[in-house]
């Protein structure tokens, strides 16, 4: 018995060991060499995070605001020596502490470190109504002065993100490359228009800039980056005839621009619709006033025309247009038309949703539409509060949770709603108009 039992134990032993060996090496483990580095960038919301490992690993980043207690927290960072990590969605002018973890185990710990206060007036934020849950992650919008900026909120009504610009930001847009793509102009531009091209990282750098002055364009209420170029609504002028009087019709054209800033593609109203013997006094001035672009699921091209209350969708390969939607156009609207519109896209449903301004019976909808054969069917048909009404501008869209973002710019406007129409988050921006809010994802894993 005593010589089989030794010889079971001898057996096991070795086994332990190396179990022993392993658990040890797990526990001495990764650890942080020196100090880790916390660095300013060109933004005050925006620090930049540098650590060495003392082997390859996954680690986590925890931030905790030490005023309001709230975490933030990075997991996803990649298996690799030395880390660079931008803490993005800072509040200025206050304390946070940070915590480096793999796993459950603390590697660092820094105390307390502090953002800067930021010396521009970036914006002032009124809060009118905010509901916890309304919405996660940040709201991008932009404040259109002469020294403008693009800036972001959080779902607290706090500014965590601001970029200024070289001339008035005249929209904005969060790109799937997690920049902001911005139209920048001046004063002498339209409303939305503008004549330089900007693309800015979280941390202020610049990812391309297109300055379409030696290419006589001027842009106007859209631009959407996609397949590595960038996709722009602008003006078009042609010669006119009108009762046998030479003219000239403006209207708009898309084109498709390399981040060189060549133009490699275009369409124009004027391949589908003649303006001919229309007088530039019956044009008023824009012919049919397209203000949005967008991409459908296929490929193809969605343009709103404000002034004719139309929807087109055009082959992006044949230039043909596909169909209509709206006034006059090729599907049966089961509601009340929608009326002098923006922000056509498709939305996270898979439906088509716009901002009906609603200017012909003053009443401002979120609208979207499924289309099936020649029916158009509301599958979202909310009507906003009167002092909602927007004659002009304004776009909503669906976010993750299924709400809406709503800019009401006429009353400067940041709203979100549920389905049912019931105002949870309203904020007022203050002067100017913001001309559109986007909806952008955490930086961070909010805890």
Known sequence: MNKIFHISYGLRLPLVLVAIILLTSCDKGVSVEGSPQILATKNETVKKLQFTLSDSASVTVRLKNLVSDKELVFNNLPEKLSHEVLLAGLKPNQNYALNILKKKKVLVQIDSFRTNAISENIVNIFERTNTPNAFTGHLLTQRRLIRGSVYMVDNESDLVWYQMTPGQPKLSKWTAHNEVLVLVGNASHNNSAGDRIMAYTVDGNISYDIDLKPLNLVAHHELVDRDNSVYALVYDTIPNMVNGKLEKAVSSAVVKLNKKGEVTWKWSTFDVKNPKDISIDAMDGDWGHANALAFDDDGNLLISYR??????????????????????????????????????????????????????????????YKLVDSIATPEVSITLPEDLYADKMGNVEELPNGNFLICSPRSRSIVVINPDGDILYHINTGIPDPYRATYVPSFFTTQ
């Not at 247009?321 to 929608?338: A, H, S, V």
């Not at 896209?345 to 949703?353: A, E, I, P, R, V």
């Open 307 to 368: 002034d004719w209350s139309q929807i087109w969708k055009i082959n992006r390969d044949t230039g043909k247009r596909m169909w209509i939607l709206g006034e006059d156009g090729d599907f049966k609207l089961n509601d009340t038309p929608f009326n002098r519109q923006h922000a056509i896209h498709k939305n996270l449903s898979g439906d088509y949703m716009l901002f009906d301004n609603g200017k012909a019976l003053r009443q401002t909808r979120v609208m979207s």
